[in-house]
């Protein structure tokens, strides 16, 4: 009895630390990029102590389903809202009154350690400079690895002004993604832990450094001052460069086949030649 009484207390403590770890993976994933436990005001409120500001029943609820309390004119839930200068909080992925009650119980872990894990990265508040605008660049571009071997931004997005082809069209154009997520502060931290699937899944692993994520902000901050050229002069310029190089491959096609054409027809000719004339 004694024995399996021991099995299962090992047994509970280690599913407690796997729910406690999927737990953190979860505001990890989902919650980071607009939410830091000590770190300040992101796109959403420092959740810091949260549950001595609000019952958690009500923040259980919100976290639920925060659309229906700003519909619903709660005050709290307005101000919230106004807050993030009108930016809703999504309806978040796999969302249950279980995971928020959990939600809530790791947060009220971290707010009463003297450093959160999740106070967000810590990027130096030093002014850019020139030379953070051009590793920036190479990192987006690829012409500087990562250190932790992620790949670079234009496989997937462009900028404007960027030249060539381009670069990719997965994602967002990020022009202006440095106005978008309101400056350094929180840019950085979502390029910290990205929120999107497509990111997540690349970043998980192999997470951008302090100092590239520094490097990427300043440039973002650049790419608001440059001059912009037209983003469909880059598609313009790779639909006639193909169209160019399907007409050189269909001329190349009818040389080989004419060539091929004149060789079988050469010696029938000359047999039909020396028949008709023996």
């Known amino acids: 009895m004694l024995r399996l009484l021991s099995v299962l207390a090992v047994s ?3 599913l407690g630390t796997l729910l406690a ?3 953190a993976d979860y505001y990890r994933q989902n919650c980071m990029s607009c939410h830091t436990v000590g770190g300040g005001r992101l796109t959403g409120p420092d959740l810091k102590n949260v549950t001595e500001r609000k ?3 009500w ?6 389903d925060p659309k229906a309390a700003i519909d619903a004119g709660d005050p709290y839930a307005l101000k919230i809202f106004q807050e993030a200068r009108g930016v809703m909080m999504p309806a978040l992925p796999g969302m249950t ?3 928020a009650e959990a939600l809530l119980d790791l947060i009220q872990t971290e707010s009463a350690k003297e450093k959160s894990i999740f106070a967000g990265v810590q990027i130096s508040d030093r002014p850019f400079t020139d030379r953070d605008v051009e590793t920036g660049h190479a990192i987006f571009t690829g012409a500087a690895s990562l250190k932790n071997g992620g790949p670079s931004c234009i496989g997937c997005h462009t900028v404007n002004g960027m030249g060539g082809f381009g670069g990719g069209t997965l994602g967002p154009d990020l022009t202006t993604v440095f106005e978008r997520y309101q400056g350094r502060k929180t840019l950085s931290t979502w390029l910290s832990a990205p929120a999107t699937p497509t990111m997540q899944s690349i970043f998980k ?3 951008l450094e302090p100092e590239e994520i520094l490097s990427l902000v300043a440039y ?4 608001l001052t440059r001059n912009p050229e037209d983003a469909s ?3 313009l310029n790779f639909i006639l460069i193909g169209l160019a190089g399907t007409i050189v491959l269909l001329g190349l096609f009818d040389v080989v086949w004419h060539k091929r054409f004149r060789a079988v027809r050469r010696p029938l000719v000359q047999e039909r030649q020396l028949e008709s004339h023996p």
């Open 97 to 99: 009154r279980a995971r």
């Open 59 to 64: 923040l259980a609820r919100f976290m639920t």
């Open 205 to 207: 692993k192999d997470p």
């Open 233 to 235: 002069t880059a598609r």
């Open 55 to 57: 019952d958690r029943a």
């Open 220 to 223: 973002f901050q650049h790419t």
């Open 12 to 14: 509970m403590l280690t």
């Open 21 to 23: 770890q999927e737990t």
